[in-house]
Structures are given as structure tokens and as C-alpha cells.
């Protein structure tokens, strides 16, 4: 026969609800927390067929697409990208001095007098660009007329985004 201690101890563990194992945590972020951002593209139509779709990519590492047009995926899909991609995009957005460009997506005018030249095209698929970082919006009308450096970032953000199988190229 069970002493006291010992039964009481048998009765508690046969009535103690099993507790779920605590999930191993193998995908802690290196370094410090990312600040929160969002940057999303949203490539217009044009008189030929542009694909015309937008996507976003937040900070949370969450990716938003929506296919409007001449697109292998229509409507609404979802994605993910990792943290480093989300460091890559990070740090692209600075080299691109992005807060800095003008709304045509180059850089301010330095010019004598402000006598920059302006370059107007056509029939392009545009692209608008917004970042919205520590608590700052920005957002260039990129018509691809002219060298950008948003040109890259956007390539970046497009290619980490995995857009490819939307797209349809």
C-alpha cells in the first residue's frame, strides 16, 4: 500500500492536465529589433499590356500582392520574406537616400538657379513607390524615363518578394 505523500502525489499526476510541450523558438532575429516600415509598388497599366499589379512588403516580414491586369495571378496572394531579406531592404532604402528623392524619383536638383533638366516620356509602365519609416511617408512617381536610384531598391523589393511566379515571366 501508498503512504500519504506518495498516493497523493500518484492522484495529482494522473489528474494534472498534460501541458504542451513550449515550442523551441529556431528563428530569433540576429541583432536588434527591425523598426517598424512598409514599402509597396504598384506598376501602372500603359497602352500596351504592362503587367499592372502592386505589392507590399511590411517590417513583420509579411508580403501583399494584388494582379489587376495582364498578370499570371490575378486578385489577392501572400508571401513572406526573412529577416535578412527585410535587412536587405532595409539598408536598400537607405542607399537609395529614398526621403530625398524627388516626386519624379531623382535626386534634388543641384543646379545653378535650379535649372535642372526634365525629361518627359510616354506610354511607360510607371511605378509608385511609398515608404512609410519612424513615423515618415514619402512616395515617388518612378516613369522609368530616366536613371533612378529607386530603380534598384525597387528591383530588390520585387526580386526578395518572390513577384516573378505573379507576374507570370
Same mark, same amino acid.
Given at each position: 500500500m501508498f503512504s500519504r505523500p506518495t498516493l497523493a502525489l500518484a492522484l495529482a499526476a494522473c489528474s494534472a492536465p498534460a501541458r504542451p510541450a513550449r515550442p523551441i523558438d529556431n528563428q530569433r532575429s540576429a541583432g536588434p529589433a527591425l523598426e517598424p516600415f512598409e514599402i509597396s509598388?504598384? %506598376?501602372t497599366i500603359c497602352f500596351g499590356r504592362c503587367p499592372a499589379y502592386s505589392v507590399a512588403v511590411r517590417s513583420d516580414g509579411t508580403v501583399r500582392?494584388?494582379?489587376?491586369?495582364d498578370v499570371a495571378a490575378l486578385g489577392d496572394r501572400h508571401g513572406r520574406v526573412t529577416r535578412a531579406q527585410l535587412d536587405q531592404i532595409a539598408a536598400a532604402i537607405d %542607399? @537609395?537616400?529614398f526621403f530625398t528623392l524627388q516626386e519624379d524619383g531623382t535626386p534634388p536638383c543641384t @543646379?545653378?538657379?535650379g535649372l535642372c533638366s526634365v525629361t518627359i516620356c510616354s506610354d511607360t509602365s510607371r511605378s509608385i513607390i511609398q515608404v512609410t519609416r519612424q513615423g515618415r511617408s514619402h512616395q515617388i512617381d518612378n516613369a522609368h524615363c530616366v536613371d533612378s536610384p529607386a530603380d534598384a531598391l525597387e528591383d530588390l523589393v520585387e526580386r526578395l518578394a518572390n513577384t516573378d511566379p505573379w507576374v507570370g515571366h
Open positions: 509598388i504598384k %506598376r500582392w494584388h494582379g489587376d491586369s %542607399r @537609395a537616400q @543646379a545653378p538657379h
